[in-house]
């Protein structure tokens, strides 16, 4: 069974955007890039929700093919091009969409038949509102987290309305010279 791994930054005290989606407190050079793009060239499917994913569409299909584009623009926008995305959302219509799947009702069902498909890694990327409902329908089965060293204060949570328990095993962290650690747990059933 494919697994679904959510791909967060976050702050030290659990937020991941500011109060009104400010990202601009996160830490990303060569040294991170490097890092997670040998993991997502591990997955073949990225999952999104539907502010994020119009993110991603309005830059990275183009952005390797920009002048003076950066090493991780263009590696990244590849990589972009060829992954099947799947996005959460009740508003956006698939029909000219490409390679992209649009996920819009029955949540539980349709990720887990995603899940049941062949194939690797499902990476959630960001997306707060579709993580937290992945959260409590428990459809997430592991974190990938980029604990940036900053305390918002306030902001987006990562976690909100958890009614049990959530039980997780370290696999491993890295800590890189910007002072970003990474955490990356399982989930235990």
Do not use: C
């Not at 994020?52 to 183009?62: I, V």
């Not at 194939?119 to 980029?146: R, V």
């Amino acid at each position: 069974m494919r697994k679904i791994i959510s791909f967060m930054h976050m702050s030290l005290d659990g937020f991941v955007a500011g109060p009104n989606g400010e990202m601009d407190w996160i830490k990303v050079d060569q040294e991170i890039f490097d890092h997670v793009e040998k993991r997502i060239g591990e997955g073949d499917t990225a999952l999104y929700g539907r502010v994020t994913y119009q993110m991603m569409e309005n830059y990275w299909p183009t952005a390797g093919d920009a002048p003076g584009a950066s090493k991780h623009d263009i590696e990244h926008s590849k990589w972009y091009k060829k992954v099947h995305k799947v996005v959460l959302s009740k508003t956006i219509k698939d029909a000219d969409l490409i390679n992209t799947t649009i996920i819009s009702n029955n949540l539980s069902e349709k990720i887990n038949e995603l899940k049941q498909q062949e194939g690797k890694e499902i990476l959630l990327f960001g997306s707060p509102t579709a993580t937290h409902s992945l959260i409590q329908q428990n459809l997430i089965d592991g974190y990938w987290l980029f604990v940036n060293p900053i305390i918002l204060g306030q902001g987006i949570p990562l976690f909100v309305d958890i009614k049990d328990k959530i039980k997780l095993k370290l696999l491993t962290t890295q800590q890189f010279t910007s002072g970003v650690t990474e955490l990356n747990y399982s989930v235990e059933r």
